[in-house]
């Protein structure tokens, strides 16, 4: 994907620290300045001092010395302190964003979560903040260095020349031979955490089933591929590094041997050319901390890479004008849809229209999208094409976090969050103890909550591990219930609830009726289809049937009567069905004819 760098979210939070760095280049001439008193030191000592034998001499220039040098230490320290707060204040700037975009690319991406752009930004902010980035502050130095070197003598000026250009070309090879496969390993770093984590979420399964050896030699295997790549690129990485150090002190030594003979032919004082020979290591230096440092540099601009593809994929959310509240009538125009990367539709063609209050039930098969069905309807899943309105406003029109508390969704597999279970019913909004026991009251759960040694305080963790799955279904239903939402959506609501569960559940929809409240329930529970307005049947992802309960019948009977209905047939069911007598809601409002 081609990323365009204007306007690119990452790339305005460094230009908003940009004045920063500015700073940091700014202490960094004084440091490069104050980094020539050492050999100006060094020629002042040999060819005055020792000349004059001046005792006084020696006493101030070395007084000058050392507070020179504790004024370089300060700025050392004061550059080092910015740049650690300017990878602070990148974190802080860009993560609330990367963390919106990283949930929405899993939205996106359904079964492939991963946190791999928060290790990104660690990657990148450490970069920023450590020493690797000092060599790229000090290189534009090393024209300057070498300017003073020929300025002892041309020869000293051409000779490190030279070498400068010798290690300058070390470190092009290094970026040409190294880059891919730092970038190739990288990806297979990324890629075996990954499947490590996915592993991990699913370790009762594996242990269960005896499958560790088999899934572990998979990780194994990718993991391995990693360990070759680095080792390849540490190997190459790991020559050119050690030639350019052994380089740069062999020139660094051999400079003194050109000076030596540049004294013995009377064109160099010795202190010129001890001077010379630490100036030749300063000038070099930034070279070769760059061939040092090259991997976390290579780190850092993959990682980047990849951060500014994220947030490309995922652009942030304009500012849009607030919309009234919603009421609950659904309407589904003419709806084809499937899951995020695929391009065969899994429903077709579904038009509904639901009236506030209404009570519906989604039946049908395994693979038939009735889960698809309910992650279309709460927009978490994007039309291919047709529309999903609320109240007549398309459901992608809704700032989520203004729609959110409207709806109620309970999945098939019910994930709670590390925090108390009052938190989890409210949310983990500001708790609103009334709110949260009228949820739990309603959802038949308030009193085993009251049994459990902490009550709502009880505190979960690892999703609600210590809670059976009836417990963490129906502390579920409570959070979808919290604050009197205008739509529930209800994905196999009794899937884990024993008899009394059921009751509680039947009892919970009938209160939902009397509020007005719109919902759809996905179940084959005859106790529960008995309640509903209508059943929508879906097969292969059209509507077979869609018509009141059928009393005294079983379903599967009542689905397989009406399995071959064409879809002409279907709308005109849908436009011409009468509305039971449960279809009429407080307010006058009745099931759409």
């Known amino acids: 994907m081609a990323i365009s760098r204007e306007g690119n979210d990452l790339q305005k939070v460094l230009d908003h620290c940009r004045h920063s760095f500015v700073y940091v280049g700014l202490f960094s001439l004084f440091i490069n300045l104050l980094m ?92 920023l903040s450590g020493n690797g980035l000092f060599a790229f502050f000090d290189a534009p130095w090393v024209p300057i260095y070498i300017g003073v070197l020929a300025l002892f003598h041309p020869w000293f000026g051409l000779f490190a020349l ?67 790549l680095q080792s390849k690129a540490s190997d190459r990485a790991g020559l050119l590094t050690n030639t350019s150090k052994v380089l740069r002190l062999m020139f660094q030594s051999l400079i003194l041997g050109l000076g030596a003979y540049l004294v013995l032919t ?55 004008m607030p919309l009234p509240s919603p009421k609950g009538r659904l309407t589904l125009e003419a709806v084809n849809a499937a899951p995020p990367g695929e391009r065969l539709p899994t429903l077709k063609d579904i038009t509904l229209t639901l009236a506030r209050g209404e009570h519906i039930a989604v039946v049908g098969p395994s693979a038939a999208g009735k889960s698809t069905l309910a992650r279309v309807i709460l927009g978490l899943w994007p039309v291919q094409l047709g529309c999903v309105r609320l109240d ?58 009251l049994r459990l040694p902490q009550g709502y305080d009880t505190w ?32 196999e609501p009794d899937a884990n609830l024993d008899e009394s569960g059921e009751q509680a559940l039947a009892q919970c929809l009938m209160q939902l009726r ?20 209508r059943i929508l049947a879906l097969k292969d992802g059209q509507v077979a049937s869609l018509s009141p309960p059928t009393r005294g019948r079983p379903i599967a009977r009542a689905v397989a009567g009406r399995g071959h209905s064409t879809p002409s047939m279907n709308a005109q069911r849908v436009t011409e069905l009468k509305p039971s007598a449960r279809g009429r809601h407080e307010g006058g409002e009745e099931s759409p004819r």
Do not use: C
Not at 55 to 63: F, V, Y
Not at 413 to 438: H, K, P, T
Not at 514 to 528: D, E, S, Y
């Open 36 to 127: 020539l008193v050492p050999p100006l030191y060094m020629l002042q000592v040999y060819d005055r001092v020792i000349t004059t034998r001046s005792q006084e001499t020696l006493l101030m220039l070395t007084l000058v010395v050392v507070f020179l040098f504790m004024v370089m230490g300060a700025l050392e320290l004061i550059r080092s302190r910015i740049l650690v707060r300017v990878g602070n204040r990148l974190d802080v700037l860009i993560s609330p964003r990367l963390y919106s975009a990283m949930f929405k690319h899993s939205l996106m991406t359904p079964g492939k979560p991963s946190a791999q752009p928060l290790n990104d930004l660690t990657t990148l902010r450490q970069f």
């Open 162 to 228: 030279g070498a400068g250009l010798v290690l300058t070309l070390i470190a092009l090879i290094n970026e040409k031979t190294t880059r891919k496969l730092l970038s190739d390993a990288n990806g297979q770093h990324v890629l075996s955490q990954d499947l490590a984590n996915s592993n991990l979420r699913n370790a009762e399964v594996l242990h269960a089933m005896g499958m560790l050896p088999g899934i572990q030699n998979r990780w194994e295997a990718r993991h391995r591929e990693y360990l070759v």
């Open 266 to 320: 009377g064109d160099l004082t010795p202190g010129m050319m001890i001077a010379g020979s630490i100036l030749m290591g300063r000038a070099l230096a930034p070279i070769d901390q760059m061939i040092t440092g090259w991997k976390g540099f290579s780190g850092a601009r993959t990682s980047r890479a990849r951060l500014e593809e994220l947030l490309e994929a995922v652009p942030a959310e304009a500012p849009s």
């Open 392 to 449: 007549g406003v398309d459901v992608s029109q809704w700032k989520r976090t203004a729609l959110g508390p409207h709806l109620g969704y309970l999945p098939q597999d019910i994930e709670l969050f590390d925090g108390s279970i009052a938190e989890n019913i409210a949310r983990f909004q500001e708790v609103e103890a009334q709110l949260v026991v009228q949820a739990a009251q309603s959802a038949g759960v308030h009193e085993m909550i």
């Open 460 to 491: 979960l963790s690892h999703g609600g591990a210590a809670l059976s799955a009836g417990q963490r279904q129906r502390i579920g239903l409570a959070r979808a219930l919290y604050g009197k939402p205008v739509l529930v959506v209800l994905d």
């Open 514 to 533: 009397q509020a007005g409240t719109t919902a759809i329930i996905i179940t084959h529970r005859q106790r529960l289809l008995q309640q509903v307005d």
